[in-house]
C-alpha cells in the first residue's frame, strides 16, 4: 500500500533538511580546500615550509576530500530520493530490488533508503 500523503510529506521535509545540511557542510569543504591551497604556496603562509608540515597538509587535504567525496555521494543519493518521490509518489516506500515494503522506521532512519533490509544486506555480502 502506498504511504499516506503527510507520510510522504515528512519524508520530503526530512529529504530537504539532509540535503540542505550537506549542501552546507560541502560549502565549507570548499572554504578549507581553498584556505590550505592558499597557505600552501609559501607567500602567504606565516609558517616556513618544512617537509612534515607539507605533508600534514597534504594529508588534511587528502582527509578532506574523502569527506566531501562522501558527502557528495549522500548528495546523489538523497537527489535520486526525491526524484523517486516527486516523479513516482506511489512506489517510493517500496524496495528497488523486490518490490516489499521498506518500512517507516528505516525510511525514517534514512529517508533516502532504495532497498529493504534484506536486500541492502544481500547487496553487502555480495559486494565483500
Given amino acids: 500500500m502506498p504511504l499516506k500523503k503527510k507520510d510522504l510529506a515528512h519524508f520530503e521535509q526530512r529529504l530537504l533538511e539532509e540535503r540542505q545540511k550537506i549542501i552546507k557542510q560541502l560549502a565549507q569543504f570548499d572554504e578549507s580546500f581553498s584556505d590550505t591551497l592558499q597557505g600552501s604556496d609559501g607567500d602567504l603562509s606565516a609558517y616556513s615550509f618544512h617537509m612534515a608540515d607539507q605533508g600534514t597538509d597534504a594529508m588534511e587535504r ?66 565483500s
Fill in 62 to 127: 587528502e582527509k578532506a576530500f574523502l569527506f566531501a567525496s562522501k558527502e557528495g555521494r549522500l548528495l546523489y543519493h538523497i537527489d535520486q530520493a526525491l526524484r523517486r518521490l516527486y516523479r513516482t509518489p506511489d512506489q517510493y516506500g517500496f524496495c528497488e530490488e523486490c518490490g516489499a515494503d521498506i518500512g517507516l522506521e528505516r525510511l525514517d532512519a534514512l529517508p533516502h533508503a532504495r532497498l529493504c533490509i534484506q536486500c541492502k544486506e544481500r547487496e553487502e555480502n555480495s559486494g
